[in-house]
Nanobody, 124 residues
């Protein structure tokens, strides 16, 4: 089992920045990647960004490229999502997820472990 705990959400004005953190515990040696997804009110959960745990390969949704940066600290078993130039459309609950095994990074079903989510609200 892998246990994930997100932190860092909050309320920010448009064009502001936030950094989300996700700390993993348990069988972290089994993780191959970690990702961030988000779900806005009335919408389906969508992929935001992901990073491979060993090589640090990153992937981003087109909507966040150039504004968001995913990174990891293997020693701390923590993944970060630095969010800059935030827009009201970024408002959502952000979920951290961990993948065991191989995959494309983009699909929810690839991830077997999920955090509880953290709210990000961007005001205009």
């Amino acid at each position: 089992q892998v246990h994930l705990v997100e932190s860092g959400g909050g309320l920010v004005q448009a064009e502001g920045s936030l950094r989300l953190s996700c700390a993993a515990s348990g069988r972290t040696f089994s993780m191959s990647a970690m990702g961030w997804f988000r779900q806005a009110p009335g919408k389906e959960r969508e992929f935001v960004a992901a990073i491979s745990w060993s090589g640090g390969i990153t992937n981003y949704a087109d909507s966040v490229k150039g504004r968001f940066t995913i990174s990891r600290d293997n020693a701390k078993n923590t993944v970060y999502l630095q969010m800059n130039s935030l827009k009201p459309t970024d408002t959502a609950v952000y979920y951290c997820a961990a993948r065991v095994g191989s995959g494309t990074y983009y699909f929810q079903y690839e991830y077997g472990y999920w955090g509880q989510g953290t709210q990000v609200t961007v005001s205009s």
